[in-house]
Structures are given as C-alpha cells and as structure tokens.
C-alpha cells in the first residue's frame, strides 16, 4: 500500500477540516500507514502489558525486598497515578511538538525506566521508576492514536483502531500469562527486563518508519495553569479511589479529595473559558458523540476492570490454580478481543459505531450477568462461554469509542482526543475496581457472620471478624496454623460461599453499569472530523 500525505488548507479560524488537496506519495517506508501501525503497536503493547504483568511479580517483589503489603500496593498505585493525571497533557504536547517526537520520547523512557526498576535493589527505587514509567506511557500513548488518524484515510481508521484495540486487549488480558511464566521460570526482574528490547525495536522502527503529522492550526502555546489545575484534580479523583477501599467511603479523607477533585475541576472548567489557547477547549464536549464516547469508556472500563479484578481471585483463590493456569483460562476473553477488534472495525466502517457498540455493551452486560452465575464448582467450559462472550462484547467497544472520541475532534487536537480517550479508561478502571470492591466489601461484611455461625464454626472477635473479612474478600480462607482438618474445611466452605455470594453481586452491579452504557452508545456517531487525518501536512 503506497502511503500518502496531503497539505492541510484549513486556517486557523475555521471549525471544520477543508476539503483535502491532491495528494503526494510519501518517499519510501516513512510514513506508510501499516507499517506505523506495526510501530505504535509495539510501543502501546508495553503500556498496556504492564497494567497487568506485574500484578503476579508483586509477591516475589516482596519477598526479595522485603516489602510491606502497602509497600507493594504503590508498585501498582505509582503507575496508574502518574498514567492517569499525565494523559491529557502528554496528549497536548504531541499536538505541539509532533506525535512522532513525543511517541519516540515515551517509547525510550518507558523502556529506560523498566530497565531501571529491574535494577533496582529497594521498594522505594522500584515505586519510583515506576512513577517514571507512567509517565512516559503516557506520552506515547496518545501520540499512538494521533499518529493512526493523521496516516489512515477515514476509510481505513476504523480497521486501524480495531487492530490497535486489539494489541492493548491482548496485552492486557495476556499480561498475567506472561507474567507468570517470568516469574516462574526466571525471575521477577525479568517482567520488567522484558520491555527494553521491545522498546529497542519500537524505538527503531519510530526512527525509521514515522512521519511527523501536524495540523497547519496546531497550538503554540502552552496553558501552564490549566495544565497545573487538570493534573490536580485527576490527581485527587484517582488517589481517592485508591484510597477508599483502604479508608473507607464513609471516611472524611476520601470524601475531601473528591471535593477538592470536583472543586479543581469547576476552577478548570472556569479558567479554560478565558485563556486564549486552552489545554481541553471545552467546546470539544459540545459534540454531543464526543461526550458519549468518553462516558461510554469510563462505564466500559468500569465493567470489564472491576469484573475482571474478582475473576482472577475466583480462579487462583477459590479453584486455586496457578497464575499461569488463571491466565489460560483466560484465553477465551483474550481471543475474542484479538478476533473480534478488527471484525469491529469493519463492521463499524460499514455500518457507523451505534449499532456495534449498543451490541457489544449489550453483550458485556449478559455476560457480566453470566459471570454473577459462577460457583465455586463451576467448571471450565461454563466460565469459557461467559470469559469468550465479554472478550466479544468488549471488542466493538474498544474500536467504536476510541474512533468516536479521536475522530469527532478536530486534528489539531488529536492528541488532547486521544489522552482523553485514555485518561477515561484509566479513570474507568480505577472507579470500577473501587466501587465494585466496595460492594463486594460490603456483602462480604454482612454475610460472613451469620455464615460463620451458621455453619457452627467458633464465634469471633471483632478484631478476628475484621481480619477473615479482609481475606475473604480476595476468596482467601482465614485458617490459623495448627486447625484441626475437618474445621479447616468448614472455613474454607465458608470463605468461598461468601466470596462468591460478593463476586456474583458486585457482577450485577458491573452488568448494571454495562447496561446503562447500551444507552449512552446510542447516543454516538462516526467521527465527523476523521477525514482531516487525509488533510495533514508534514514535517
């Protein structure tokens, strides 16, 4: 497929794309469509990879360390702070400086920090370079989708995306796989070690396969105080809902960071009115299929991540298997994201987003009903049609809203789009698994006690009840050193009841959530500016 590239006609004042000027071959491998699709995926697989693969390094990273429980939590925290809060302004600076500048930069300092943590021979060294990785995620993150719409025609984006959705459901859902196999078989390092050749690779192929888009009206300047006002309100909403299931919801502290979150937010809104060049001009959010596009991510994430974080207890805790066996029977979910994200993006080519994502949102909920179903004896097949089924659902969901947000902005902004996009995810996954633990918190609370006493077990303290509630939670049953055989039985029967009693809930509350998302994808339609990536110069 040759690649080409067209000289934007559009001045600074107008509000939509003009019409594309003839176009011209672009000189060798630079700037081929496919061929930077290759590209981005590489690096976007190594975000993506690492939301997941660490999670089963964590507890070989404690022991060697020597790390506390909260030590470890901020290996995940640490990450997922900095991805979210950095987004939009890494999506901003791509806009401003050239997505190709920005995504080479964040593939080589993802890849140098990971290469760092390996080294590392402290927690503190680890949580840190940790910080520094999501950071640099998050500036080749948006810089990837910036780059996939200002190379494919509008005929081609949605494929293009369906692919991209795919590397990131893939990795995701495949980073347990992975991750366990490391661990196992060499050491944790090794998940870190991991993505310095694949940075290499990426950082190469950038070099030579890249081509700079800017759109002629992009921003030259930067707004330092919205920038300052955004990054602290992300910040307060997301340390809040890594800290409620700690803290409670019913604790003055989360509740005064989602004042001050919300509190920021209204100052942002407010300044982004009056500076000259806004960092989210918040006319983006009159185009009402933008707007659902980001609510639809943020239900989207919460569905799948909160779900999906039970899931992998269910499989290790209750039917104790290895992390290695919950992966596999994992491979459903993954599959069908793989099979069907580029099956969604030409059926959306075809047919718009509306119907796909209605259908996939649709199926998600059944699903996430399906998964409110599973016992403690459920066999494999059982779990296979509902992990398969949500793989399916979720596939159209990934393509359809990231083309819906990306290409109903305009190109100048294609960056800002495409960290919203993310930034809505990441917000999504952390709110899921905070209210979806909270539910399950919750129903764990008030059925573990009659359960206990009910199946004739010793009546427990409050501090004793606090302590089986905490590993009952994550399907661990509470059994002391020394507990005579036929009791441990009982325990564990308890424990696994109610795990599941909270897991089947707290699956109604994500089927729910999923179902409300079927209306906001009504709501949707094609991108209205996708045709601008034909319309973009470069540099």
């Given at each position: 497929?040759t ?5 934007d006609?559009?001045?600074p004042?107008?509000?939509?794309p ?8 672009a ?9 930077t ?6 690096g976007?697989?190594m ?34 702070l900095?991805?979210a ?11 401003r400086?050239?997505?190709r ?10 890849a ?7 080294l590392?021979?402290?927690i503190?060294?680890v ?10 995620g998050?500036?080749l ?9 200002a ?12 692919i ?88 003055v ?7 001050v979150s ?7 809104a ?7 060049e ?5 006319g983006l ?24 974080f ?5 499989l290790q ?5 290895s ?9 459903p ?7 069907g994200?580029p ?17 996939g949102m649709?199926?998600?909920a ?6 409110s ?12 049609v509902?992990?398969a ?7 159209p969901?990934m ?10 902005a305009?190109?100048?902004l ?6 919203l ?12 698994t ?8 919750s ?24 302590k ?10 509470p059994?002391a ?5 036929p009791?441990?039985?009982k ?21 729910g ?8 994808a ?9 045709e ?8």
């Amino acid at each position: 497929m040759t690649s080409q590239t067209t000289i934007d006609t559009t001045g600074p004042e107008d509000s939509a794309p003009a019409a594309p000027a003839e176009s011209v071959p672009a000189p060798g491998l630079r700037g081929h469509p496919w061929l930077t699709l290759i590209t981005v995926a590489v690096g976007v697989m190594m975000v993506a990879l690492d939301g997941t693969i660490v999670a089963i390094a964590n507890p070989a990273i404690a022991k060697d360390l020597h790390a506390s429980f909260s030590d470890v939590q901020w290996i995940t925290n640490a990450y997922f702070l900095a991805l979210a809060v950095s987004l939009i302004t890494a999506g901003k600076l791509g806009d401003r400086f050239g997505h190709r500048q920005t995504f080479l930069i964040g593939v080589t300092g993802f890849a140098t920090a990971s290469g760092a943590i390996g080294l590392s021979h402290s927690i503190a060294a680890v949580v840190t370079f940790r910080v520094f990785q999501g950071l640099f995620g998050a500036l080749l993150m948006p810089a990837a989708l910036g780059l996939l719409r200002a190379t494919f025609p509008a005929e081609k984006l949605n494929m293009a995306i369906g692919i991209w959705g795919m590397v990131i459901g893939a990795s995701t859902a495949g980073g347990p796989i992975l991750g366990g196999v490391l661990v196992e078989h060499v050491n944790w390092q090794s998940v870190f070690f991991i993505n310095v050749p694949v940075g290499l690779i990426a950082l190469l192929l950038g070099l030579m396969i890249l081509l700079d888009h800017r759109a002629r009206n992009a921003p030259r300047s930067f707004d330092v105080l919205g920038i300052a006002l955004l990054s602290g309100a992300m910040f307060c909403l997301v340390w809040a809902l890594i800290k409620a299931p700690a803290w409670g919801w019913d604790d003055v502290r989360t509740w005064a960071f989602l004042a001050v979150s919300v509190l920021l937010f209204g100052v942002f809104a407010f300044w982004e009115t009056r500076v000259a060049e806004p960092l989210i001009p918040l006319g983006l959010f009159r185009s009402v299929p933008l707007s659902a596009g980001v609510v639809l991510m943020v239900l989207m994430a919460i569905a799948f991540m909160g779900g999906l974080f039970f899931v992998t207890f269910y499989l290790q805790n209750v039917h104790g298997m290895s992390p290695i066996d919950a992966g596999l029977h994992l491979l459903p979910l993954t599959g069908m994201m793989i099979v069907g994200s580029p099956l969604a993006g030409a059926a959306i080519t075809k047919l718009g987003p509306r119907i796909p994502l209605a259908g996939g949102m649709a199926a998600t909920a059944i699903a996430m009903y399906g998964m409110s179903t599973l016992k403690a004896d459920t066999g494999s097949g059982v779990m296979s049609v509902w992990f398969a089924l949500l793989g399916l659902g979720l596939a159209p969901v990934m393509v359809g809203a990231t083309e819906v947000i990306v290409g109903n902005a305009p190109m100048e902004l294609s960056g800002v789009a495409g960290g919203l996009q993310q930034a809505a995810m990441q917000i999504g996954g952390s709110l899921g698994t905070a209210v979806l633990g909270a539910v399950m918190a919750s129903k764990v609370d008030s059925d573990l006690p009659g359960n206990w006493t009910g199946a004739g077990l010793p009546q427990l303290t409050a501090g004793q009840l606090d302590k089986a509630s905490e590993a009952v939670q994550v399907g661990v049953a509470p059994v002391a050193k020394g507990t005579p055989e036929p009791i441990v039985a009982k325990i564990t029967g308890v424990a696994h009841d109610t795990f599941i009693s909270g897991m089947s809930l707290a699956s109604l509350v994500a089927a729910g959530v999923a179902a409300v998302a079927v209306l906001v994808a009504l709501l949707t339609k094609r991108g209205q500016n996708a045709e601008a990536g034909a319309a973009v110069g470069h540099i």
